[in-house]
């Protein structure tokens, strides 16, 4: 069972922020993508990125606070770590803002 899942498992806080992120994310991709596709720019559009940004980064930045101050989140990736390599949270880290 890999380790995310292992966690949401336990931690409903941890789940909801991690969904949180993820959904986040994925509205960010999707619009930039949209737009990359379709070519649009303006202040409008930039604005609205950059809204999409801020969001994300405040979830993430929500997802880690909690990883450091959760104690269960911390046992159970303290767990984790000699049975997995990646995190939820290292995967975020490779697509953001690339
Ligand atoms: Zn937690």
Same mark, same amino acid.
């Given at each position: 069972m890999p380790a995310d899942h292992f966690r949401? $498992?336990?931690?409903?806080d941890y789940e909801r922020l991690l969904f949180a992120c993820q959904r $986040?994310?994925? =509205?960010l991709? +999707? *619009? *930039? /993508? /949209? =737009?990359? $596709?379709l070519g649009f720019a303006g202040k409008n559009i930039g604005d609205e990125l950059l809204c999409l940004e801020a969001a994300y980064a405040r979830a993430y930045a929500h997802l880690e606070s909690h990883d450091e101050n959760c104690q269960l989140c911390r046992f159970v990736s303290k767990l984790g +770590? *000699? +049975?997995f390599s990646s995190s939820p949270l290292a995967e975020l880290e490779k697509k953001s803002f690339v």
């Open positions: 949401t $498992a336990i931690c409903t $986040a994310l994925e =509205i991709d +999707h *619009r *930039r /993508q /949209q =737009i990359g $596709a +770590h *000699r +049975h």
